[in-house]
């Protein structure tokens, strides 16, 4: 199917569910999905964002500036996973929990203003990953417009370029709770000391990173284009001085570079 096939098959897609609450988290794939539904669907579509401890204050504030560009209805909800049973102990299927428990509020929000259809941004190249939390929105007969669409990444940043978002080239984000190995607890402090990592590293104007939190130590990952940069004596101690302050006794840089779902990696071996 071609670009234009796929995006006028979305359009028609989302013409005929009438109505839709959007979960909302800012990125590159829900702020598309917005965008499209809005322009077709108008006032008949909200935006729906949980704030959390897993959610980065950059990328809240950021939402909330998008949303306003397009237009439509924002509705800012509280979702706190580590108040979930199960989620934080970090077991291998954490993300079920999460979306399970995001969903049936988002559903709420729906059926409180009239919304026929909950829908979220996955989209066709998720299928190739380790996603438990589809299994949350099948339960919970949640749409997935973009997947239904057959849309990839490649597809959404290319149209997002066209319809002017600024999202379109923004770098791939997942919550905090992805940046803990499976089985480690996961704790409001450890949280906070990710997202002032990754922040102090993006005011550094690094784009395309993660810092995973393994204990005592700090795991960088950065986009390959980003290495040599980093790769210097003077930053790299600046950055090491920074990340012990945080609360980090050690700080190593992948050598494999970024890559989405490296916590994934280890089930491979289970």
Same mark, same amino acid.
């Given at each position: 199917?071609?670009?234009?096939? /796929?995006?006028?098959?979305? !359009? #028609?897609? $989302?013409? *005929?569910?009438?109505? +839709?609450? &959007?979960?909302?988290?800012? =990125?590159?794939?829900?702020?598309?999905?917005?965008?499209?539904?809005?322009?077709?669907?108008?006032?008949?579509?909200?935006?729906?964002?949980?704030?959390?401890?897993?959610?980065?204050?950059?990328?809240?504030?950021?939402?909330?500036?998008?949303? /306003?560009?397009?237009?439509? !209805? #924002?509705? $800012?909800? *509280?979702?706190?996973? +580590?108040? &979930?049973?199960?989620?934080? =102990?970090?077991?291998?299927?954490?993300?079920?929990?999460?979306?399970?428990?995001?969903?049936?509020?988002?559903?709420?929000?729906?059926?409180?203003?009239?919304?026929?259809?909950?829908?979220?941004?996955?989209?066709?190249?998720?299928?190739?990953?380790?996603?438990?939390?589809?299994?949350?929105?099948?339960?919970?007969?949640?749409?997935?417009?973009?997947?239904?669409?057959?849309?990839?990444?490649?597809?959404?940043?290319?149209?997002?370029?066209?319809?002017?978002?600024?999202?379109?080239?923004?770098?791939?984000?997942?919550?905090?709770?992805?940046?803990?190995?499976?089985?480690?607890?996961?704790?409001?402090?450890?949280?906070?000391?990710?997202?002032?990592?990754?922040?102090?590293?993006?005011?550094?104007?690094?784009?395309?990173?993660?810092?995973?939190?393994?204990?005592?130590?700090?795991?960088?990952?950065?986009?390959?284009?980003?290495?040599?940069?980093?790769?210097?004596?003077?930053?790299?101690?600046?950055?090491?001085?920074?990340?012990?302050?945080?609360?980090?006794?050690?700080?190593?840089?992948?050598?494999?570079?970024?890559?989405?779902?490296?916590?994934?990696?280890?089930?491979?071996?289970?």
């Amino acid at each position: 199917m071609l670009l234009q096939e /796929k995006y006028e098959h979305l !359009k #028609h897609y $989302i013409r *005929e569910l009438g109505s +839709l609450a &959007i979960a909302y988290s800012g =990125g590159v794939d829900s702020t598309f999905l917005l965008k499209v539904a809005y322009d077709v669907l108008g006032e008949n579509v909200i935006a729906v964002t949980a704030t959390s401890s897993t959610y980065p204050q950059r990328e809240f504030e950021e939402a909330k500036r998008w949303i /306003k560009d397009i237009g439509a !209805k #924002h509705i $800012i909800i *509280e979702s706190e996973e +580590l108040d &979930i049973d199960g989620f934080s =102990g970090n077991p291998t299927n954490r993300c079920y929990y999460c979306k399970a428990e995001l969903f049936t509020k988002v559903r709420e929000v729906a059926i409180e203003n009239n919304i026929k259809y909950v829908a979220d941004g996955s989209n066709q190249d998720d299928l190739g990953d380790y996603r438990p939390g589809m299994q949350a929105a099948a339960e919970l007969k949640v749409v997935s417009p973009l997947k239904e669409s057959k849309m990839t990444k490649d597809d959404i940043r290319a149209i997002s370029k066209e319809l002017d978002l600024s999202t379109w080239s923004k770098p791939a984000f997942a919550c905090l709770s992805s940046r803990f190995p499976y089985g480690h607890k996961i704790t409001r402090e450890k949280l906070s000391m990710v997202e002032q990592a990754e922040d102090y590293l993006y005011e550094l104007g690094f784009r395309q990173l993660r810092v995973r939190h393994h204990e005592d130590t700090a795991r960088i990952e950065l986009g390959e284009n980003e290495f040599d940069r980093f790769i210097d004596k003077n930053l790299m101690r600046q950055v090491g001085k920074k990340f012990n302050e945080i609360g980090f006794t050690y700080v190593t840089l992948d050598l494999n570079g970024y890559r989405t779902g490296s916590m994934n990696e280890i089930l491979k071996n289970i």
